[in-house]
């Protein structure tokens, strides 16, 4: 009895690649969709003097989440609220000086009525995202942004797949493009961007001076040998500055250069005649992801910050690891 050949199943990474492929294609028509309604949507979001309020149900809401997210962290005020929420008092939060950001796909969810209404009522502007310029949520905007008609990705067309990931890169091509428009500089980002490693890169040593930083042992160049040991031995932190009567860091000494300075006539010797007196050192200014780069490269495992020659911290590299930036 002959064989019958049945079709082959598809892979899942051909599935994958064909429905990430299908979203590239959404993207490239949403790039080239893109026309003077953005730009005006992007100069009503620069005048905004309030917040932007973000608002979408299901998956355009989890959308919406994350491009408030976005626009906060770029300099431009946002959070979310949920249509339905506001419709039982959350309407309170929409300002007539801010500014309403509505996404639905179809434009007709009837959950977001309510907010629509208010928001034409108080006459903030609206802009809208959706797919359809005739719903309810393209009458009511006053700038729309309309997506591109391309099918979902997903193999049953419903899904929420190409129309969502259009959404996110538009509310990203929002955000950006408001952000130069601002004049958001990495200092800004860094402002609101404290903790973790990117915050700590974008902070400047000042900042890390004001919550982590530490004064070293100091001491004089007439101090002996023997008084050097014991400022060693504070703290742990392995080395000590040294300054003038004017507390101008004139030198260091590290572990390393007190086993190098051993000798018959050690306990002779001065803190001047076992210091280092050009130890590397950094002003508060510089930025933290400098200061690293630095501390790599010379392969030193703490930096002096000094400001008009004056010793105002140090940095370890043991503090940055504890603090788990490195």
Known sequence: MAETSSPKVPTAVTVGQTLIQAEIDGLAALSASLDTAFALAVDTLVACKNYCIVTGVGKSGHIGSKIAATFASTGTPAFFVHPTEASHGDLGMVDRDGVLLAISNSGDTREMRDILAYGQHVGIPIIGITKRADSILGRRSNILLKLPDMPEACPNGLAPTTSTTATLALGDALAVAVM????????DFGKVHPGGKLGLQLQHVKDWLATEGEIPPT?????????????????????????DEDGQ???????????RAFSPEFFQKTARDIMNPTPVN???DVRM??????????????????EAGVLKGIIHMKDLLRAGYL
């Open 180 to 187: 130069e428009a601002r004049g958001f500089s990495r200092e």
């Open 219 to 243: 001491t004089t160049p007439d101090m002996e040998a023997g008084g050097v040991i014991s400022a060693l031995a504070v703290d742990g932190m392995g080395c000590i500055g040294i300054v």
């Open 249 to 259: 860091l004139v030198g260091s000494i590290t572990d390393g250069d007190l086993r």
């Open 282 to 284: 950094i002003t508060p």
């Open 289 to 306: 992801q400098d200061a690293i780069e630095i501390m790599t490269e010379r392969r030193i495992s703490n930096i002096f910050v000094v």
